[in-house]
């Protein structure tokens, strides 16, 4: 029997997991109610993986938001060790994002990271694998769903879902005005790109705030670094047209969108599981 690695990123509205080897096994919406139990979330994705073939007390990284306390930390790796894991490491959501989007992170220059979740958005820079300075805030996605729900109901009067509303983003939004917008009808209103774009406008102003307050935070000669080389995008929330113009236009900051965003996390988590020095560097808690 081998023992394998295993790396999961348990994500507001999608779980993931990769199996090195194998790449991503699991790419599934949350299951809210398993959200709040971490440690059933965390049993059924190890159990998927034990049950695969010569898969035996795996080894385990789990990617965590950057603020989330030493309890929690300590929590979620005895949570990851009762459901079978051999050893558990953790690794920040942002540091993982960074790599999984081919990030240099070892370097003494600095990479700058955001990436925007369902739920939260975390900024960082990077610099020797290690992050340097790092916020969190409580805006993703779902504000974004939410505030064209809000949009739709002021200035169409018609009440839409999120889920609805999250359709519409995908199928026409954009962070800014569109010369030629996209259309797309719902419950007899027709809403264009450039409705979702002023319908955004206070939860993507709250991030780029998000990405300054880092900047501002950071030492000169990295924030120079970040400028050279550009702030990378990443998380489901990235793929909003248009976005990394809007955050260039805000921050004064050359941004681009990681390649295949979504899954950023849970690919940094398994090449993390490679790299001793990131592992190292930022162990929270380890058995």
């Given at each position: 029997?081998?023992?394998?690695?295993?790396?999961?990123?348990?994500?507001?509205?999608?779980?993931?997991?990769?199996?090195?080897?194998?790449?991503?096994?699991?790419?599934?919406?949350?299951?809210?109610?398993?959200?709040r139990d971490t440690a059933r979330t965390l049993q059924q994705l190890i159990g998927k993986a034990k049950g695969r073939p010569r898969l035996f007390k795996p080894?385990?990284?789990?990617?965590?938001?950057?603020?989330?306390?030493?309890?929690?930390?300590?929590?979620?790796?005895?949570?990851?060790?009762?459901?079978?894991?051999?050893?558990?490491?953790?690794?920040?959501?942002?540091?993982?994002?960074?790599?999984?989007?081919?990030?240099?992170?070892?370097?003494?220059?600095?990479?700058?990271?955001?990436?925007?979740?369902?739920?939260?958005?975390?900024?960082?820079?990077?610099?020797?694998?290690?992050?340097?300075?790092?916020?969190?805030?409580?805006?993703?996605?779902?504000?974004?769903?939410?505030?064209?729900?809000?949009?739709?109901?002021?200035?169409?009067?018609?009440?839409?879902?999120?889920?609805?509303?999250?359709?519409?983003?995908?199928?026409?939004?954009?962070?800014?005005?569109?010369?030629?917008?996209?259309?797309?009808?719902?419950?007899?209103?027709?809403?264009?790109?450039?409705?979702?774009?002023?319908?955004?406008?206070?939860?993507?102003?709250?991030?780029?705030?998000?990405?300054?307050?880092?900047?501002?935070?950071?030492?000169?000669?990295?924030?120079?670094?970040?400028?050279?080389?550009?702030?990378?995008?990443?998380?489901?929330?990235?793929?909003?047209?248009?976005?990394?113009?809007?955050?260039?236009?805000?921050?004064?900051?050359?941004?681009?969108?990681?390649?295949?965003?979504?899954?950023?996390?849970?690919?940094?988590?398994?090449?993390?599981?490679?790299?001793?020095?990131?592992?190292?560097?930022?162990?929270?808690?380890?058995r």
């Amino acid at each position: 029997m081998l023992s394998r690695k295993i790396g999961i990123d348990l994500g507001t509205s999608t779980v993931r997991m990769c199996i090195k080897g194998e790449g991503i096994v699991v790419n599934e919406p949350s299951d809210m109610a398993l959200q709040r139990d971490t440690a059933r979330t965390l049993q059924q994705l190890i159990g998927k993986a034990k049950g695969r073939p010569r898969l035996f007390k795996p080894e385990v990284i789990v990617s965590v938001p950057s603020a989330v306390t030493s309890t929690q930390r300590r929590a979620l790796t005895e949570a990851a060790i009762s459901a079978g894991a051999r050893q558990v490491w953790l690794i920040d959501e942002p540091l993982a994002a960074a790599m999984g989007a081919g990030l240099p992170i070892g370097e003494v220059r600095a990479c700058g990271i955001c990436e925007l979740g369902a739920g939260t958005t975390e900024v960082a820079v990077i610099s020797l694998s290690g992050i340097v300075v790092a916020n969190s805030i409580p805006v993703g996605g779902h504000n974004l769903d939410e505030a064209i729900v809000a949009y739709v109901k002021r200035r169409h009067n018609v009440e839409i879902t999120e889920h609805a509303a999250e359709e519409i983003k995908l199928a026409v939004g954009s962070a800014v005005r569109m010369e030629e917008p996209l259309y797309q009808v719902i419950e007899g209103a027709q809403i264009s790109s450039n409705d979702v774009a002023e319908a955004v406008q206070e939860p993507l102003r709250r991030i780029a705030d998000a990405i300054r307050a880092v900047l501002a935070e950071a030492p000169a000669e990295l924030v120079v670094d970040i400028r050279e080389r550009g702030l990378v995008l990443s998380g489901g929330a990235a793929q909003l047209r248009g976005l990394a113009g809007f955050i260039t236009s805000l921050t004064g900051i050359p941004s681009a969108v990681a390649q295949d965003p979504q899954t950023s996390v849970v690919r940094g988590t398994g090449l993390a599981l490679d790299n001793f020095e990131v592992l190292r560097r930022n162990q929270s808690y380890l058995r």
